[in-house]
């Protein structure tokens, strides 16, 4: 049994934030990973990609693709088996909306046009999925 009044039927939410952003889900044309960085694993190439294309990166400013850079860094070394930065990591994530609790604490929502995109996306080749499994066990059990 509920408590309190029953809700009206025609419910309006009142507290939309003027900050709130809309993203659609099309991929970006991103950047290409600056060749200064150093970057060596396959892994932190990926999650360069991952970013650069993100629907988060078409409001990016500078200071933003300078964030990435760092923490690609970070990622980097992460895959080279430094896993003092993982938690580093998930917090700069946190803050450009990696999941989708984060992108509600932003308020941030990502549109849902696209459905066809997304099954697409579930049907994505196994041997991927297989490479990077493979991949963090190497680096989980060195």
Do not use: C
């Not at 809309?22 to 932190?44: H, M, N």
């Not at 990435?68 to 003092?84: K, M, N, P, S, W």
């Amino acid at each position: 049994m509920t408590r309190g009044p029953r809700p009206k039927e025609n419910a309006v939410r009142r507290n939309v934030h003027s900050h709130a952003q809309e993203l659609t889900p099309d991929a970006q044309p991103g950047r290409e990973l600056p060749r200064g960085l150093g970057i060596t694993t396959s892994g932190a190439k990926r999650f360069w990609k991952t970013w650069a294309t993100s629907p988060q990166s078409a409001r990016w400013a500078e200071t933003d693709w300078a964030e990435l850079e760092i923490t690609t860094r970070l990622v980097d070394a992460l895959y080279q088996g430094d896993l003092r930065h993982a938690g580093e990591v998930r917090q700069r994530t946190a803050k450009w909306g990696a999941t989708v609790e984060d992108r509600a604490r932003l308020r941030m929502s990502i549109k849902d046009e696209h459905q066809d995109q997304a099954e697409d996306a579930d049907q994505a080749p196994a041997e991927t999925t297989t490479d990077l499994d493979e991949e963090l066990f190497r680096l989980l059990n060195s």
